[in-house]
């Protein structure tokens, strides 16, 4: 199941440079992750500062 980034993002890329796949990009007041490219390794959620991204 893909990640999802909440409402809690500071939006401070930390995420993106983790991603192996490259599936997490700078949205509009938070980043975001595409669930096609998404292969649900946690490794955004292990490294981020306010624990934003969650299974979906």
């Given amino acids: 199941m893909a990640y999802k980034i909440s ?5 401070c890329g930390v995420c993106a ?4 796949v490259e599936a997490i990009t700078e949205g509009d007041g938070k980043y ?5 490219k ?3 390794c ?3 959620k ?5 624990s934003a991204p969650a299974e979906e």
């Fill in 17 to 20: 440079e983790n991603c192996p």
């Fill in 38 to 40: 998404c292969i649900s």
């Fill in 7 to 11: 409402d809690d993002c500071i939006s």
């Fill in 42 to 44: 946690g490794l955004c």
């Fill in 32 to 36: 975001v992750i595409d669930p096609d």
């Fill in 46 to 50: 292990e490294n981020c500062p306010v």
